[in-house]
């Protein structure tokens, strides 16, 4: 209703600059379309009461107005459409407003992601470096003395397990030795102890020679030669196989003591490849509390206000150190 009285008061504003010859009749005309454009609420309101205005402050027009109502309508639908068009423009300002906010949003969003992917290919370029590092330690250091020891090694224990069944065989034979050489020695007992008790008797008996005691006497001193003989024959064997059993244990000693030496520099070599693996941990470990300290100053000063949000140059610097850990990674790798 405010709107319809400001519009009533300046259509009469309008008819008296009319009536005394200061605004043309086209000018009148526009400026009742303006007003319609003002006091409208719909399209179709504002044409009836733009047909009204143009009534009202035109009376000058008179059959000008009566005759071309067409015209205040075309006028009253121009300024609406004019209208119309400026709220399309301003809604289009805001819209294309939006959509470059959203483009820098998305535009930071990519050099964020592209920062972060940077440093993860980074981390991942060191990480493998470090895994090749470590891979190539364990794979090819000093693999020429491990290849030694381990064939070395291996004809050693080969050694030592025939030198052990060479034992086991000459322990067989001492024992059967040493059981025949008991054995005999019983004989020798027994064949004494005959020869004891034949010697209580006499080798005449009637005024003769006992020829059956001869004989016996004979047997047994025969037997007891024959077992004396054959028990230091044992006896002398026993001593060979003695002798034996020493030179293989001598043998044993001098292999086992070549395989403690080789032990010793296995292990030498293991430690050393240890303190090689601890070494490049170490680094891994060094590295990485580096970078946390640098990515540490860098948010420091973002959040001061001195680096923006597009400054980062831990990545620029990383971004050629990245390609060369990842060319050196390859490389291992490859080899």
Do not use: W
């Not at 054959?230 to 395989?259: F, M, N, P």
């Amino acid at each position: 209703m405010s709107r319809f009285r400001t519009g009533v008061h300046l259509c009469r504003i309008t008819m008296g600059l009319s009536g005394v010859g200061l605004v043309s009749d086209l000018m009148c005309a526009s400026i009742c379309a303006v007003l319609n454009e003002y006091t409208m609420l719909v399209v179709g309101s504002g044409l009836f009461f733009a047909g009204g205005l143009c009534g009202m402050a035109c009376p000058a027009l008179g059959a000008s107005a009566a005759a071309a109502p067409a015209e205040c309508a075309a006028a009253a639908a121009a300024a609406a459409l004019l209208a119309h068009e400026r709220a399309l423009a301003k809604q289009r300002a805001g819209f294309e407003e939006e959509k470059d906010s959203m483009r820098r949003e998305a535009l930071a969003a990519a050099k964020l992601a592209a920062r972060e992917l940077g440093e993860a290919e980074h981390l991942i370029g060191a990480t493998e470096s470090h895994r090749s590092e470590m891979h190539d330690t364990l794979v090819n250091h000093k693999r020429e003395a491990l290849l030694s020891h381990q064939q070395e090694s291996a004809k050693l224990q080969k050694q030592l397990e025939e030198l052990a069944k060479e034992r086991d065989g000459l322990d067989a034979r001492r024992d059967k030795c040493c059981d025949e050489t008991a054995e005999m020695e019983r004989s020798v007992k027994s064949v004494e102890a005959q020869m004891r008790e034949h010697a209580t008797q006499s080798a005449v008996s009637g005024g003769r020679v006992n020829v059956a005691y001869q004989r016996k006497k004979k047997r047994l001193d025969e037997e007891l030669e024959a077992l004396l003989a054959g028990v230091e024959h044992k006896r002398e064997q026993i001593e060979d196989l003695d002798k034996k059993l020493e030179d293989v244990a001598d043998r044993t000693r001098q292999r086992e003591d070549k395989l403690k030496d080789l032990e010793r520099k296995l292990v030498e070599v293991l430690v050393d490849q240890q303190k090689k693996l601890l070494r490049t941990l170490t680094e891994a470990g060094q590295a990485n509390v580096k970078y946390m300290r640098e990515r540490e100053k860098i948010n420091e000063l973002r959040a001061a206000g001195i680096l923006g949000e597009e400054d980062d140059p831990l990545t620029a610097a990383i971004g050629g150190s990245g390609n060369a850990s990842g060319s050196a990674a390859s490389k291992s790798t490859a080899r």
